[in-house]
């Protein structure tokens, strides 16, 4: 998430403009139509191991970015060496694209600020322009997800584990086959580190083109850069008996994404004693929001909470539902300007397919696992 200098007055009448320009700077769908970024096998290595750095030593961003990324956009133990060609193939031309599916780049304004302290360290205020942008490792994660899957299925056989279902496939994290994909899924980690950075790169060209003055004037810098759909290892206080003590753990967060609280030695200098920022994104026609980390999640959660709304509706059960509808049109009458590559996408995606997110996050909320801070209400975006 980018916040701006920018309030609404300022991009009145300027928002189709920048969600065209938006479209036009960054490739979505499923491969990469800009000339600027090629990589060589040996080049997508350096992108595998150092991440967002990468990016930012090849001119996309700034280095105060990196402080902003979780593991400042870099996992140390990510080993291109155990990504297959295959998955190799499918990165090269992926690395700064959106994607498809419910990936997206929005942009919206804040409606409504619920805790002003947190607001205020997030640089946050009431009726700013922000950006969001939810992409990862594209087929390249894909690829390593779909390799490890064959192998682990062999493995889980090999260590006598029982599977109920076949999607459970696994090997002990010690074991050779669990070290490997850990090493490759922080590859994949690393790619989408870059990959997001390098899109961010883009938006503040896309501003710059639009409004005719320096990113440092727009003011778009980075609120924070979050993973989620990742293992993680990661130090825990875990009880055992009357004692408590603090120990490694490999903290899975499928459908969720980090919550960590105030004092966490991992968190930014300047979130450190507030708690993380928490993005939960919500559908392309109401709203997302942002909320900061707790205490209490980590002691119930491992510092986890929800990373979205959920689906009510399958993919075909929308295309189902949207017969005879514009869903473009739809948006537009709302107030949002959408574009996207297929139209397909927009169905699949729409409003309706979603849980209310409002909902959702007000429940993690009461829950105490992660804190409202504020509302953003969509204005325009571009899907895959």
């Known amino acids: 998430m980018l ?3 920018l309030s609404v007055k300022d991009i009145k009448g300027k928002i189709k403009d920048i ?16 000339k600027d970024l090629k990589l060589s096998r040996d080049e997508l290595k ?8 990468w990016a930012v030593e ?16 870099e996992m140390d133990h990510a080993d291109p060496e ?3 060609d295959k998955a190799f193939d499918r990165g090269r031309d992926q690395l700064g694209t959106v994607g498809s599916g419910n990936h997206f780049v929005e942009v919206g304004y804040i409606k409504e600020i619920y805790d002003r302290e947190a607001a205020e360290r997030f640089g946050l205020f009431e009726n700013q322009i922000t950006i969001m942008i939810h992409t990862g490792s594209r087929g390249l994660g894909y690829q390593i997800c779909d390799d ?12 006598g584990i029982y599977l109920p279902d076949r999607q ?12 490997r994909y850990l090493s490759a899924m922080a590859a994949a980690a690393n790619y989408a580190f870059a990959n997001r950075q390098i899109i961010t790169h883009w938006v503040r060209e896309t501003f ?8 440092n004037k727009i003011g778009l810098s980075l609120v924070y850069d979050v993973c989620h759909n990742i293992a993680k290892i990661e130090k825990h206080k875990i009880k055992e008996g009357k004692k408590e003590k603090e120990t490694l753990v490999c903290v899975h967060r499928k459908g969720a994404t980090r919550s960590f609280g105030s004092g966490e030695d991992v968190l930014p200098h300047r979130y450190k004693d507030i708690g993380q920022p928490v993005l939960i994104p919500g559908d392309m026609g109401r709203s997302s929001y942002v909320l900061c980390g707790t205490k209490k999640a980590m002691e119930e959660t491992f510092g986890s909470t929800c990373h979205g709304a959920g689906r009510v509706l399958s993919r075909n059960q929308a295309i189902k539902a949207s017969k005879g509808r514009s869903i473009s049109k739809e948006m537009e009458e709302k107030g949002i300007i959408v574009r996207a590559a297929s139209k397909s996408t927009l169905v699949e995606e729409m409003p309706e397919a979603y849980k209310d997110v409002s909902k959702v996050v007000q429940v993690v909320h009461n829950a105490g696992i992660s804190r409202l801070v504020a509302k953003i209400i969509p204005l325009g975006c571009i899907k895959g």
Request: hydrophobic residues 30%; aromatic residues 8%; proline residues 4%.
């Open 82 to 84: 155990c990504v297959s």
């Open 208 to 215: 710059e083109e639009i409004f005719r003055m320096g990113a």
């Open 58 to 73: 090849n001119g996309f961003g700034e280095k105060e970015d990196l402080e902003y990324i979780e593991d400042t956009g």
């Open 148 to 159: 490890y899957i064959r192998e682990m299925m062999k493995a889980s056989e090999r260590y």
């Open 3 to 5: 916040r701006s200098v």
């Open 168 to 179: 459970l496939c696994c090997a002990p994290i010690e074991s050779p086959e669990g070290k």
């Open 19 to 34: 969600i065209d320009l938006l479209y036009i700077n960054i490739p979505s769908g499923v491969g990469s139509h800009r």
């Open 46 to 53: 350096k992108v595998l191991k150092k991440g967002a750095r």
